[in-house]
């Protein structure tokens, strides 16, 4: 819980900052640089949440590893995030950075499983629909999960539409437990 609100308040001021100066695209990308470096390096990973090395030591690989490749903002605010020892939180940081930049730009992530994948003609369909029905830019993420059988399940945020073969299955099976239609004498 206190995990997600530092990195919200953080995400927060990082954002106004950006929006501020005109660079919001340009720190909306080095987090996600950040997210990628997190979730492809467990040593770097590692290395952020380690209460032995020192600030300043993290501080010179970040600037290693980035050089030239982030904004100036983005720079001195892991600088500042390390003077104050949140280094740990800076993925949860990037998260929440990137969530506030959706939300800014009407941008809603829709997740889409299904047995198979869509072909391109089929992803543009569905996209398009949502986007003309609810007036917001959709991210679509495909997944392929085979223990659906058939069929598809859609879900953003808390919402989930689930039309899967084995969903229906599974329906069916809990009615007919139920038997309702026994007779009784």
Do not use: C, W
Not at 46 to 75: C, F, H, M, R, Y
Not at 77 to 93: D, N, P, Q, S, V
Not at 123 to 137: A, P
Not at 151 to 165: E, K
Request: hydrophobic share 40%.
């Amino acid at each position: 819980m206190l995990d997600s609100i530092i990195a919200e308040r953080y995400a927060k001021a990082l954002y106004e900052l950006a929006h501020e100066k005109g660079k919001l695209e340009q720190v909306k990308k080095d987090m996600d640089l950040l997210i990628e470096l997190t979730l492809s390096s467990k040593d770097f990973k590692q290395l952020l949440v380690s209460p032995i090395i020192k600030p300043a030591k993290k501080v010179g690989v970040l600037d290693a590893l980035l050089s030239g490749k982030v904004d100036e903002i983005t720079k001195q605010f892991y600088h500042l995030i390390a003077a104050k020892r949140r280094e740990k939180y800076l993925e949860g940081i990037a998260r929440a950075f990137i969530e506030k930049y959706k939300e800014h730009n009407n941008i809603v992530t829709i997740e889409i499983r299904t047995v198979q994948p869509l072909t391109e003609g089929m992803k543009d369909k569905i996209v398009g629909i949502l986007e003309k029905r609810r007036g917001i830019t959709v991210e679509l993420v495909e997944k392929i999960d085979p223990t659906l059988i058939g069929g598809f399940i859609v879900s953003t945020g808390n919402l989930r539409y689930d039309s899967s073969l084995a969903h229906s299955i599974r329906k069916l099976k809990k009615e007919f437990e139920e038997n309702l239609y026994v007779r009784e004498l």
